[in-house]
Every structure is written in structure tokens, then in C-alpha cells.
């Protein structure tokens, strides 16, 4: 390609570079829904995170983005990410020059920040000698065009499960707000022992990207919230990203009934991919969508390692941070409900 790349970062309150950028990420395929240019509002004004949106650009025209967002804190460290609360990350670029300068830059932002490490969150590896995390996979499967084929093509006896939730006289209604979401979230979060996140960034959520952030909430048969997703849409994908359920919900098969709800609704709306995001291998959430018939792709997270040795295990392996939650589980709600925005803001 001719011609000289720079460097440029986003500024949030240009409406006409977030159009440039948001042009971009709708216009090229390796481009996800979290290199959106809204996560930069999001990041700052509800976790106060500095961040660097970098685009690389040649002749005027934008060939590659870079989203980054600096984490610190004393309990997990220092760390430029991209992007944190986001799953997928990491270069997207044109070609091979206008990654290597974004990459270049980041890593400078990295230096100047003096972090313990730098962390992509790749889909497809890129660097064969960099330290990368093995934890998680990702489960995405095509929906199919017609309702009674996807149903069909849910393993028997997850299928079974979604049936019982439509014999207990459960239904989805689309909601306008956070509310019901929330009050689910923040319990079924609780029970597992992690703060939540505050009510404020979904709310956020759903005001950035609009129509593009749904929630979707089950009822049980006298009209009592039970379960309730909320989902991203990108392209013609879903992505169901956030969830919480009560504890009837397992009984009332609600969890199964809801992913087939939005499963139900998306092939209606004519998209093509259903993407059930990230787990950690070997959780209950991997078991989950594995009975669904999903098969799980690798995550390619790399690391730059600047003052620290080994990879950051923020994550439930750490034998740190099953203490962590064993000790949560056991504070009064009142605590939690104090302490949980201040620690969760820098897990990411």
C-alpha cells in the first residue's frame, strides 16, 4: 500500500471522527462489536479508565483501529487492555504496516503508563512468542432460517429443557429499561460469590448503543421475573453478554427457555449468527452451552510482559481469588452492595 501511516486517537466529543470510526468497524469483517467506538464513553464515565482509541490512517483515510483502555489498581496492578469488559479485542487493520504501528504505539502508551503487562484480547493469535492465556474459548453456531430447524438442532435432551420451560406457561418480554435485569443480575452474581457491576453501566449500555442493546425478560406463569439476558446485536449477530436468574429459575427451566426465546427471535429478525460468548474452560457456563450443541473456538489472549513474570490470573483458578469469593459470600448485603462498584471496576 502507498503512502505514509500515522497514528491518530479517537477524540469521543468529535462527531465526525466516531463516524469515521464507527464507519470503519461496521465496514470491515475482522471488526467486532467491542472495537465500537461508544466503549470509550462507557469506560471513562462509568469506570473512570483512561483510554487510547487509536486509528492508523493513510492518505486521510482510516486502515486500521486499536482500542485500548488503562486498569489500575492496588489489589490486581497496572495493565493497558484491549478492552476491558469486553471479550474480543486487539488489532484490526488493513495490512501488515498499519497493525505494526498501531502495535507500536500501544506498546509506547504501555511505557508511558508504566504497566506490568499489556493485554490483547485476540480472537486469532498473533504473536507466536508472546505469553497468552489458554482459559477461555468461545462459542459462536449459525442460526438457521427456519424456527422449527434451530429447534431441532439443540441436542434432545437440552431440547427437552426448552419444552418444559414452554409447558410451565413461561414468556419473553422485551424491556425498555434495566430494572428487572438488574435485580436478577445482581442477585444470581451475589450467589456466585462476585460483586456486580453497578446499575448505572448497563443502563449506559443500552443509551450508547440503542436499538443495538436489548433486554430480554422471562416470566413465569402469574407474570414474576425469572430470568432475564441482555444481549448485544452487531451485523447479523446476537450476542447475549450479561444474565442473571432467580433461584426458581432452574426448576422452571427458565435458563433454557430464555436462550431459546432470543434464539427464536433472532431468526425471525433474519440474523445468521448466535454468539454465546466467552467461558472459562471447564465451568458450568462451558458445560452449559456445550449441551446446546455449540463447539468452543479458542481465545487467543497475548501478553506483553513488562514488570511482572508470568501471566495476570485474575480468575477463579487463582487460589487467591476463590478466597476472595468464599469471603464475599459471606458479607452482609449492605457491604457488598458498598464495596462491590469499587472492586469490580478494575476486574474487566
Keep these: 500500500?502507498?503512502?505514509?501511516?500515522?497514528?491518530?486517537?479517537?477524540?469521543?466529543?468529535?462527531?465526525?471522527?466516531?463516524?469515521?470510526?464507527?464507519?470503519?468497524?461496521?465496514?470491515?469483517?475482522?471488526?467486532?462489536?467491542?472495537?465500537?467506538?461508544?466503549?470509550?464513553?462507557i469506560l471513562e464515565d462509568v469506570f473512570g479508565h483512561p483510554t487510547f482509541f487509536l486509528s492508523a490512517e493513510r492518505s486521510r483515510r482510516i486502515v486500521g483501529i486499536l482500542p485500548l483502555a488503562q486498569v489500575k489498581s492496588r489489589l490486581f496492578g497496572?495493565?493497558?487492555?484491549?478492552?476491558?469488559?469486553?471479550?474480543?479485542?486487539?488489532?484490526?487493520?488493513?495490512?501488515?504496516?498499519?497493525?505494526?504501528?498501531?502495535?507500536?504505539?500501544?506498546?509506547?502508551?504501555?511505557?508511558?503508563?508504566?504497566?506490568?503487562?499489556?493485554?490483547?484480547?485476540?480472537?486469532?493469535?498473533?504473536?507466536?512468542?508472546?505469553?497468552?492465556?489458554?482459559?477461555y474459548v468461545t462459542f459462536r453456531k449459525e442460526i438457521l432460517p427456519d424456527e422449527e430447524a434451530n429447534m431441532l438442532?439443540?441436542?434432545?435432551?437440552?431440547?427437552?429443557?426448552?419444552?418444559?420451560?414452554?409447558?410451565?406457561?413461561?414468556?419473553?418480554?422485551?424491556?425498555?429499561?434495566?430494572e428487572r435485569f438488574f435485580a436478577l443480575y445482581a442477585d444470581n452474581v451475589r450467589r456466585h460469590g462476585t460483586p456486580a457491576l453497578p446499575k448505572r453501566y448497563f443502563t449506559r449500555l443500552m443509551a450508547e448503543f440503542g436499538p443495538d442493546c436489548e433486554v430480554l425478560t422471562v416470566l413465569d406463569a402469574q407474570g414474576t421475573p425469572v430470568s432475564s439476558v441482555l444481549s448485544f446485536y452487531f451485523r447479523d449477530e446476537v450476542l447475549p453478554y450479561y444474565a442473571g436468574d432467580a433461584l426458581r429459575a432452574r426448576e422452571l427451566a427458565a435458563n433454557d427457555f430464555k436462550y431459546w426465546e432470543l434464539m427464536r427471535r433472532s431468526c425471525a429478525r433474519g440474523l445468521k449468527v448466535f454468539d454465546y460468548g466467552r467461558s472459562k474452560v471447564g465451568a458450568g457456563s462451558y458445560a452449559f452451552k456445550k449441551n446446546w450443541g455449540f463447539e468452543p473456538t479458542p481465545l487467543n489472549y497475548e501478553y506483553r510482559l513488562y514488570k511482572r513474570e508470568g501471566i495476570p490470573q485474575n480468575n477463579p483458578n487463582n487460589p487467591k481469588y476463590r478466597l476472595m469469593i468464599a469471603t464475599w459470600r459471606r458479607l452482609p448485603l449492605w457491604l457488598t452492595n458498598r464495596l462491590g462498584p469499587l472492586i469490580v471496576r478494575n476486574l474487566g
Design 78 to 135: 497496572n495493565a493497558l487492555v484491549s478492552l476491558p469488559f469486553c471479550v474480543y479485542g486487539g488489532v484490526v487493520a488493513d495490512d501488515v504496516e498499519a497493525a505494526a504501528a498501531l502495535e507500536a504505539e500501544a506498546e509506547s502508551i504501555a511505557r508511558e503508563c508504566e504497566v506490568e503487562h499489556l493485554e490483547y484480547r485476540n480472537i486469532e493469535a498473533r504473536h507466536a512468542d508472546w505469553p497468552r492465556q489458554d482459559l
Design 153 to 178: 438442532a439443540i441436542p434432545r435432551k437440552q431440547r427437552a429443557m426448552v419444552r418444559k420451560g414452554i409447558k410451565n406457561g413461561l414468556r419473553a418480554e422485551i424491556d425498555t429499561d434495566v
Design 1 to 41: 500500500m502507498s503512502g505514509t501511516v500515522t497514528i491518530a486517537r479517537l477524540d469521543r466529543h468529535d462527531a465526525n471522527a466516531v463516524a469515521r470510526w464507527e464507519a470503519y468497524v461496521a465496514a470491515t469483517p475482522a471488526a467486532t462489536f467491542f472495537h465500537r467506538a461508544a466503549w470509550q464513553n
